[in-house]
């Protein structure tokens, strides 16, 4: 759904994020993606990791007065990860109003969710440009309230070391971390990484703007199911 052409998508996109803009092109800009012709929104993602990281940071700073930078490190990493934003993503179904090439088209771009990362991002930036920084934080912290709410100091374990402390504990194989594809320029690369593991009958598939990324993002997904599998 292309939001430049068809208000009523812009509206359904704006309810869901929580804001208006005053400025829809910003918006229009943070949903096109590089693969696409015309100004996209790499420049955005760049502004809006650094804003998002900040407030939370900010956020976490005042909420938990006594406890040290490496404390307030991993809980602000544990909430801006990428698999948490391509989560808030999928929940605006911002894959849907996402404007892409069509050679991303045809890949499913669209569900990717290092693209659906960088939005987020994105409209943070645009947002920023927007109405400012108090807006963007507002945007932020609405966003992210469970997360903060929820948070504790001391108890933040990535994806991957989780995920191999219960197979350990399991006395199973620890799982196989691949590489299978990194397409883009060195500066600005997607790795896809597939995982492996004795808990899942298939492998699990996922992407990263870096290797790193890529295999938290799998670890976390092989969590999940596993979860959902007890359930």
């Excluded at 292309?2 to 929580?18: C, D, Q, S, V």
């Excluded at 989560?87 to 894959?95: E, I, R, T, V, Y």
């Excluded at 995982?195 to 993002?217: F, H, P, W, Y």
Aim: aromatic share 6%.
């Amino acid at each position: 759904m292309n939001i430049k052409t068809n208000p009523l998508a812009a509206n359904r996109l704006t309810e869901k994020i929580g804001y208006k803009f005053n400025n829809p092109d910003l918006l229009f800009q943070a949903l096109t993606h590089r693969s696409a012709k015309g100004v996209h929104n790499e420049r955005l993602e760049f502004l809006g990791d650094s804003i998002l990281g900040f407030v939370i940071a900010e956020a976490l700073f005042q909420q938990f007065p006594k406890h040290s930078e490496g404390d307030l490190t991993r809980m602000r990493s544990s909430i801006v990860r990428g698999v948490t934003l391509a989560k808030l993503a999928q929940d605006f179904n911002l894959g849907d109003y996402l404007v892409l090439g069509p050679g991303e088209m045809k890949s499913g771009g669209h569900r990717r969710e290092s693209i659906l990362e960088d939005a987020i991002e994105a409209i943070i930036g645009a947002v920023y440009l927007d109405a400012g920084i108090d807006a963007a934080r507002t945007l932020i912290l609405s966003w992210f309230a469970t997360h903060l709410s929820t948070i504790k100091p001391g108890v933040q374990k990535d994806p991957k070391t989780r995920l191999q402390e219960l197979l350990q504990g399991k006395k199973i194989p620890l799982p196989q971390y691949e590489v299978i594809d990194i397409q883009g320029k060195s500066h600005n690369q997607t790795f896809t990484v597939k995982c492996t593991t004795q808990m899942l009958a298939d492998e699990v598939i996922t992407n990263g703007t870096s290797r790193r990324k890529a295999e938290q993002a799998a670890a976390q997904q092989v969590l999940e199911r596993i979860q959902n599998d007890k359930s």
